[in-house]
């Protein structure tokens, strides 16, 4: 049997992960704590610990669980942005993670937001409500023959060129490893650079890395089209936010959709309306008009949420049989 603690659980953790426990030899926790270094020695005494997004994991606290005798880490989410992997591998940690969740989940809410900045349902359906038919300030533009650039090409970026290639739209695409899929498709890849000159929409689907972290800043804005519509569903660190709010207030970006958010991990997945918000840059984006940000909510499908709770136990049947799978590992 081994013990695992499940951190940053909301009622919808709890649901998936335990209707999918059919296993004995797990037992799982719930904590709503999230995981920092004040809330680290929750998890003194427990085989393994299972985590989210905003859940800090870096040497500090990475080092108090090697101490407390943890073994094993299990990222219930894609990224691992926030996990220090060579302090893991040090401490012989071993991580897992679910790789690929539906990836549809994200790249149909990167379409949504999209959709919903273009023909500004959002708006719409507040007037309407109010008995308001007037149509002023709710004109779009058609998706059909504009031209969108994906950021990084794996599975959700190749997902939401899949829809918009079926809205008509051409691709530009912009990835180290090109997606062999894509190109039988007739897509086009482009320096990031052509792909910021060309393309009337932008949306990011690459990891966090150093090499990423504000890969949109002053100078790549300054290089897209006048009016270009962003869209990042992917990490918040992939944007500069002081650059893109100032490419708001001179126009040069036209739409601006946020599904994640730099300094999220201060205000997202927690119910802070009668909170006084401390995040100036954060407030300053919502009082764009056409700035739309929904608070990390791309993979928040219920067949995403069967598949993460799947693969999370599935990885913790294998650390518990001391086995390891390369493909949902990355470290044994
Ligand atoms: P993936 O690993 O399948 O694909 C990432 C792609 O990015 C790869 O093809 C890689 O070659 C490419 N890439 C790496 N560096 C790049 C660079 N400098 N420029 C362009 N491309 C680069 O990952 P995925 O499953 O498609 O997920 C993409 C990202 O989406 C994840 O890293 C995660 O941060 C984010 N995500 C968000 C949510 C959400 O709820 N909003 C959910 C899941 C994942």
Do not use: W
């Not at 691709?171 to 090109?178: K, N, R, S």
């Not at 800043?217 to 009016?227: L, Q, V």
Request: one cysteine or more; proline letters at 2%; hydrophobic letters at 40%.
């Amino acid at each position: 049997m081994i013990k695992v603690l499940v951190f940053s659980c909301k009622d919808y953790d709890r649901h998936y992960l335990s209707e999918y426990n059919g296993a004995n030899n797990i037992e799982l926790v719930f904590t709503d704590t999230k995981l920092d270094l004040d809330t680290c020695q929750l998890a003194v005494g427990y085989d393994a610990i299972c985590t989210f997004v905003n859940d800090r994991l870096d040497s500090e606290i990475i080092r108090f669980l090697a101490m407390h005798h943890v073994q094993h880490i299990a990222l219930r989410c894609a990224g691992f942005n926030n996990l220090d992997l060579d302090s893991a591998k040090h401490h012989k940690i071993s991580v897992s993670r679910v790789p690929h969740y539906s990836p549809e989940s994200v790249a149909e809410h990167a379409i949504s937001l999209m959709l919903t900045l273009n023909r500004k349902t959002h708006k719409a359906f507040n007037r309407v409500r109010e008995s308001n038919f007037s149509l002023n300030g709710l004109m779009g533009f058609n998706m059909f023959n504009k031209t969108a650039g994906i950021i990084g090409t794996g599975n959700i970026g190749i997902a939401t060129a899949n829809i918009l290639l079926g809205m008509g739209c051409k691709i530009l695409c912009h990835d180290p490893q090109p997606s062999v899929t894509l190109l039988e498709k007739g897509v086009e890849y482009v320096d990031l650079d052509q792909l910021c000159k060309q393309s009337d929409i932008i949306s990011l689907h690459c990891p966090l890395l150093k090499s990423t972290q504000h890969m949109i800043n002053t100078d790549t804005i300054n290089r897209m089209k006048p009016g270009v519509m962003l869209i990042n569903t992917s990490r918040g660190g992939l944007i500069d936010t002081q650059a893109v709010i100032q490419g708001l207030k001179s126009r040069q970006i036209g739409y601006l959709g946020l599904d994640v958010y730099e300094m999220e991990s201060e205000l997202f997945f927690e119910d802070l309306s009668e909170t006084v918000i401390q995040d100036d840059s954060f407030e300053r984006l919502l009082t764009f008009p056409n700035v739309l940000i929904t608070g990390h909510q791309g993979f928040f499908t219920h067949e995403a949420m069967q598949q993460i709770a799947q693969t999370t136990l599935h990885n913790l049947q294998l650390f518990a049989a001391g086995e390891a799978e390369p493909n949902t590992f990355l470290c044994v």
